[in-house]
């Protein structure tokens, strides 16, 4: 049974919750991971190894005398180093009382400055590099678009094609195609219409054929949480009429949806079948977003949630393991850089609060990626983890950013900060912590 078959038999609500706690566990033993063996790595011993928190459901007690176990809520983790007073790492001020010089060296708190930074930074750091493994593992899977336009897969449509897998295309509209890459932007000197003219080599011939325009108004991807999903549409739809008008191109469609300020409106879908094909309507209300500007700011725009694909699949080339590695530390990197963008904006007031998603909208994410199959799942996943990584590193006490600005606190002053300090910064970070919980199930139950 593959996975959409998986999630068609299960309720929503349930393989929604499922594919959340499996996609938190992920992340979260990753994080924790990182922690445990870099402590382990720096001296510290490890007393708990928890994933979930709670009364243990089972227990393993290793050879150093770290207990691992599972515990019996799955929303989160943990682990306690000697010295700790709990889970969130706060210091015990009695801990290396009565231990010797050898012993206290053991413990979080009789732990050098340096071995104490790096086993908390552990966390966030393992959580950039699995989701850098993740994306240079896609880059190499799937490797780039090849010197030559060769079409590998020509994408069923409810008109005449004209163009057959293995041909090389040359020209449309009689001009010359570049290569692969720059493709995006050469379509733009192409007159819009329903129909052109391509030239292709094929079994070593030159013909001309016609067919639909290379960048219809196709769905290659729906966004979770958009209008486009809720109406039903699917990947491979293609969309041939906008309130009875009929649209040629995806631009079209971009311009159509942007005017019209979220009025409701009516498509008109040809979806491929077995037998053919069939054409339906059904109508749904653009949503506005902020989305990423090419100044590095944000824009809002009225949108329905999908994007749009090539008429035809090119072949693939392998990629080398360094393009892969930069590719995947430039995926890591662009997260982080609009993660931090968006939260300067939502704090200036520049963008909504809407955009920041609590636990219900991100399991929502999540299952919606499970649906679409294994690899979209393993991709989200990734892209949690680059994110909670971050969220880890920002200065707030009880976070792993909030340690580490006590321990730069102890670099500068040579001297710990005072318990009573500590126990009340904790605190104050808490609240924050719930202030931003509430804020995002805030945005989950009354944002669109």
């Known amino acids: 049974m593959d996975l959409s078959s998986l999630l068609n038999s299960l309720g929503g609500g349930a393989f929604t919750l499922v594919f959340f706690i499996v996609a938190l566990s992920i992340i979260v033993t990753v994080h924790e991971y990182g922690h445990y063996i870099v402590g382990r790595w720096c001296g510290i011993k490890a007393d708990v190894f928890s994933l979930g928190f709670g009364k243990p459901l089972w227990q393993r007690t290793d050879k150093r005398g770290t ?19 709990n889970a969130a790492s706060a210091p015990d001020a009695h801990a290396v009382e009565g231990l010797s010089a050898d012993e206290a060296r053991h413990t979080m708190p009789g732990a050098p400055l340096w071995a104490r930074t790096l086993t908390v930074a552990a966390g966030p750091v393992f959580n950039f590099i699995f989701s850098f493994l993740v994306f240079t593992a896609f880059v190499l899977s799937i490797g780039k678009a090849a010197d030559t336009l060769v079409i590998e897969k020509v994408q069923p ?10 041909d090389e295309v040359l020209a449309i509209e009689g001009i010359k195609v570049p ?16 129909r052109v003219s391509y030239t292709v080599l094929r079994d070593g011939q030159e013909v001309t054929v016609e067919g639909p325009y290379p960048y219809p108004v196709i769905v290659a991807g729906i966004s979770p949480k958009s209008a486009a999903r809720d109406a039903g549409l699917k ?38 079948t077995e037998a053919g094909g069939e054409t339906f309507e059904t109508t749904l209300e653009p949503r506005r977003r902020d989305v990423p500007a090419e100044d590095g700011g944000f824009e809002t725009r009225w949108l329905i949630g999908i994007t749009g694909g090539m008429l035809f699949t090119v072949g693939t080339e392998p990629v080398g393991i360094g393009e892969a590695m930069s590719a995947g530390i430039s995926a890591v990197w662009q997260i982080i850089t609009m993660s931090l963008s968006g939260l300067g904006h939502m704090i200036t007031g520049a963008i909504s609060a809407c955009n920041i998603s609590g636990p219900v909208g991100i399991a929502e994410v999540v299952s919606t990626s499970a649906s679409d199959g294994a690899s979209s799942f393993l991709w989200t996943v990734a892209m949690l983890s680059t994110a909670i990584g971050l969220m880890n590193l920002f200065p707030i006490p009880v976070l792993d950013g909030g340690h580490l600005v006590f321990y730069a606190y102890e670099a500068v002053r040579g001297k710990p900060l005072p318990d009573r300090a500590v126990g009340v910064m904790m605190t104050i970070g808490m609240v924050v912590i719930m202030g931003f919980m509430v804020l995002g199930l805030t945005s989950d139950l009354f944002c669109k």
Request: proline share 7%.
């Open 67 to 85: 207990v691992w176990q599972i515990a019996s809520l799955p929303f989160g983790g943990y682990v306690k180093f000697a010295g700790d007073a």
């Open 157 to 166: 449509m409810p008109t005449e094609v004209g163009l057959q897998s293995g």
């Open 179 to 194: 290569a692969p890459e720059e493709m995006s932007g050469f379509l733009d000197t192409l007159p819009r219409a329903v």
């Open 235 to 272: 990947a491979g739809d293609v969309i041939t009429a906008l309130d009875g008008q009929p649209v040629e191109t995806f631009w079209d469609l971009q311009d159509y949806v942007g005017s019209h300020d979220g009025a409701a409106m009516t498509l008109t879908i040809w979806r491929p």
